[in-house]
């Protein structure tokens, strides 16, 4: 029956295909063909079914790539009822598997120049941001001497470990694990080289993360030894910086992205944070452009996300409709979609074209 469609010319798998392959990936400028995208086809008299497979959860731009691929198929004679479904595969960061053992896809360090900029809040946010569009995401917060995701997160304790492993605390989705739940709370934190090293190691190989799709880290402000021991110790996919809106801030983030580069990490790019009358606007995408990086959004000052921040309710979870936790929500497909681009580019089956524009 199946054979008696193709000789009369009805709707083919072979012209299916050939019109999807007209539709291209807006973030990765393929088509969807050749990036093995166009998934579980199936062909019942004329009308066709398939899935989608993104290389994030976190796409917004489904609704661009089903309006693009209706629009291919209607080029092909005959063609019926189309239903297009969704599914997403994170492209794995190779390294990090060979070389710390944990199945973290991809690994992502908010970092700044220096401090109190807002390192934290943008990972917190960025970690729930993404776990709410599908992604499996751990959050470590790597600023040993400061630690404050707990807080933030809202939970203050973790699980009792097993089987000698440390279990992450889990709230909104997120897997994170602090320094502060292994101190207490008025004991002072000194840290030497070595010390520092060895702890940052134990809260990524002694913790029970499992399978990860993004692996966000929070970094402690400045240029110092955990960003060098980071680095040593895993393989980093990419670097977001979060600067102030003013000048000066700016430069101070100059010298974090120099020292990422140095230590040939990539920059996905920068994230402007309390933009608005008091500090103004504009440091951000300035220094984004004369860096030759990825302006990724900025965040207005809101008293919301200091309060959600003490609080242990971040804006993208307490207010998800306010223009912060918007914002938040932008910058986190950003760097979803920045993050596939550059681990897919990492992988060898992955050529890529001449990027348009
Ligand atoms: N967009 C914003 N609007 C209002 N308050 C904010 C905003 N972003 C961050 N804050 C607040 O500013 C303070 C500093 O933020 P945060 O702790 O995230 O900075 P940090 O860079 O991680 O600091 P540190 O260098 O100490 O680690 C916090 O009280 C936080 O709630
Ligand atoms: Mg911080």
Redesign the pocket.
């Known amino acids: 029956m199946f054979k008696r469609k193709e000789q009369e010319g009805g709707v083919t798998e072979t012209a299916v295909m050939a019109a999807l392959s007209n539709v291209i990936e807006p973030e990765l400028h393929r088509d969807l063909v050749s990036l093995n995208m166009i998934r579980d086809l199936k062909i019942e008299g004329n009308d066709v079914t398939f899935t989608i497979m993104l290389t994030t959860p976190a796409c917004p731009l489904r609704g661009k790539m089903e309006a693009d691929s209706r629009a291919a198929l209607a080029q092909v004679p005959d063609i019926g009822q189309i239903t297009v479904k969704w599914d997403s595969s994170v492209p794995a960061d190779a390294r990090i598997k060979d070389q710390l053992g944990q199945s973290f896809r991809n690994t992502i360090a908010v970092s700044?120049g220096?401090?109190?900029?807002?390192?934290?809040?943008?990972?917190?946010n960025l970690a729930i941001s993404l776990a709410k569009s599908g992604a499996r995401v751990g959050l470590l917060d790597a600023?040993i001497l400061?630690p404050?995701i707990p807080m933030?997160m809202g939970v203050e304790q973790m699980p009792p470990p097993q089987n000698r492993k440390m279990v992450p605390a889990e709230n909104f989705g997120v897997k994170f694990i602090s320094m502060a739940f292994l101190v207490k709370p008025d004991q002072p934190l000194i840290w030497r080289g070595p010390m520092l090293h060895s702890a940052i190691r134990q809260l990524l190989t002694d913790v029970e993360w499992g399978e990860l799709d993004y692996l966000i880290i929070?970094?402690?402000?400045?240029t110092s030894d955990a960003q060098l021991t980071l680095a040593q110790v895993l393989p980093l996919s990419g670097t977001i910086v979060?600067t102030q809106p003013m000048q000066v801030a700016a430069s101070d983030a100059l010298r974090g992205l120099k020292m990422f580069e140095k230590l040939e990490v990539p920059i996905l790019g920068v994230v402007e944070?309390?933009?608005g009358e008091i500090f103004g606007t504009g440091a951000g995408e300035k220094l984004a452009t004369d860096y030759d990086t990825e302006f990724l959004g900025s965040?207005?000052?809101?008293?919301?996300?200091?309060?959600?921040?003490?609080g242990g309710q971040p804006?993208v979870e307490a207010f998800p409709d306010s223009p912060?936790a918007q914002a938040l929500n932008e910058i986190a497909q950003k760097v979803a979609a920045r993050i596939s681009v550059l681990t897919l580019q990492k992988s060898t089956n992955f050529i890529p074209i001449e990027l348009v524009g």
């Open positions: 700044s220096k401090g109190g900029v807002g390192k934290s809040t943008v990972a917190v600023d400061g404050n933030m929070d970094l402690p402000p400045g979060v944070n309390m933009s965040v207005p000052m809101d008293a919301n996300v200091r309060v959600g921040g003490d804006i912060a």
